[in-house]
């Protein structure tokens, strides 16, 4: 009997993506936001030397064919990728409207979001008098900090102090549809946190934004640092996707990371947690010897996005795409005859693009286990098709199987 692993690498954009102007990721002659290339670019200009150094060095994920779909995505030819595939390989492009973490898997699971989710203007202040009030009302607070467009690390240095002392929590969002809380674990709370996030979800998500994310934080004025309790409440997906296609089936899904808060825990059998990357890849490695036939295992790899990505750090990218790859050559190793892997990735987050935020583009889909070949411009959607085929399952969605 077949399992498969379904493996995001969140925000490892490969550039290309037909639409890349509409989102502001694109401009003029400008090829456009290229996650991939221009980390590659950068290492070997040597502009990306910090605990690491060279040109960027994925043996693993460039044998299965990622820097023929970097080439096919965006027609960049990278320094250091480019080798003979000896996976199945293909770039996928995004037909939901918008470019954040949910759309993208929702779409890899076979469920395109179908609505325009709700942002907020970039403002100040940024959130209705209403919603600031049942903030207060449910967190039983007399007002809230923020209320703007930020980064989360910029934020909670910013205001972090201010908080303590007030009590009161920081509101903020992004360009992404989103409804971000950031609070001290100790002098706020780390479960009055996630309570209040929780209360609010209705509210937001009756207004089309996406999630509400508490981000905790501890430490002292000046040296403030998040933690791993990050709780996202995130909208359910329009449709079953995937996991639901899988466990209706009465077969198991293994959900690794923050793939159960995506999917607002719909479809999903057992959660596999971890307090960073690494602890996600030993999740990984002990699924391959545990995992049961006719499984899915589902991860996804925040880091790349929520360390480097997002805070513009290309040598921190470059070394956690180097990291990846070595660990993903062990898994992959161990893969057993019948065993489907894709590696793949939700959207971009160019560490060399201007701003902080996500970014429009292709995605790779690199797949161990089914020979050697093209796939060539395929869907997003078309990766849920495959995996479901490869399980027997009837697809349910609007994508094709590459098998
Ligand atoms: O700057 P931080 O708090 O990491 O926020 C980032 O994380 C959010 C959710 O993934 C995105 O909307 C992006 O703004
Ligand atoms: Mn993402
Ligand atoms: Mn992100």
Redesign the pocket.
């Known amino acids: 009997m077949t399992r498969a692993f379904l493996i995001v690498m969140d925000s490892v954009g490969i550039g290309g993506a037909p639409d890349a102007a509409e989102f502001g990721d694109a401009h003029g002659t400008d090829a456009g936001a290229n996650t991939l290339g221009h980390i590659a670019a950068a290492c070997a200009a040597g502009r990306a030397e910090e605990g690491r150094s060279g040109p960027l060095c994925l043996p693993v994920l460039d044998g299965l064919g990622l820097g023929a779909a970097l080439t096919l995505a965006s027609g960049v030819t990278a320094p250091g990728l480019g080798a003979v595939p000896q996976g199945r390989w293909g770039a996928a492009t995004e037909v939901s409207r918008g470019k954040?973490?949910p759309s993208g898997h929702w779409e890899l699971a076979g469920v395109p979001v179908p609505w325009d989710w709700g942002y907020f203007p970039n403002t100040v202040p940024a959130f209705p008098d209403t919603l600031v009030a049942e903030v207060c009302r449910i967190g039983g607070v007399a007002g809230i900090l923020g209320n703007c467009h930020?980064?989360?690390?910029?934020?909670i240095d910013r205001l972090g102090a201010e908080h303590m002392q007030s009590g009161w929590p920081i509101c903020?969002?992004?360009?992404?549809s989103?409804f971000?809380i950031?609070a001290h674990e100790g002098s706020f709370g780390l479960d009055r946190l996630i309570a209040l996030c929780e209360g609010l979800a209705p509210t937001l998500h009756a207004m089309k934004i996406g999630?509400v994310?508490a981000?905790p934080f501890v430490g002292e004025p000046g040296a403030f640092s998040r933690t791993s309790n990050r709780r996202?409440f995130a909208i359910a997906p329009p449709a079953p996707t995937l996991l639901d296609w899988v466990q209706d089936a009465g077969c198991p899904t293994h959900a690794v990371g923050k793939i159960g808060d995506i999917f607002s825990h719909r479809g999903i059998g057992k959660l596999h947690k971890g307090k960073d990357d690494a602890a996600l890849f030993d999740h990984l490695d002990r699924l391959i010897d545990t995992a049961e036939p006719g499984s899915l295992t589902f991860a996804n790899f925040v880091e790349f996005?929520?360390l480097y990505g997002?805070r513009r750090d290309v040598s921190g990218y470059a070394r956690a795409l180097e990291w990846f790859d070595a660990r993903a050559g062990a898994f992959l190793a161990r893969l057993r005859p019948g065993d489907l892997a894709v590696f793949t990735a939700d959207h971009g987050n160019d560490p060399t693009w201007h701003g902080?935020?996500?970014t429009r583009e292709r995605v790779p889909v690199l797949v161990a286990g089914l020979g050697v070949g093209e796939i060539g411009p395929c869907a997003f959607v078309d990766v849920a098709a495959s995996v479901a085929a490869h399980l027997g399952l009837p697809s349910q969605g609007p994508g094709r199987s590459f098998l």
């Open positions: 954040d973490t930020d980064s989360g690390t910029a934020i903020y969002t992004s360009a992404d989103v971000q950031a999630r994310i981000r996202d996005d929520s997002h902080t935020e996500h």
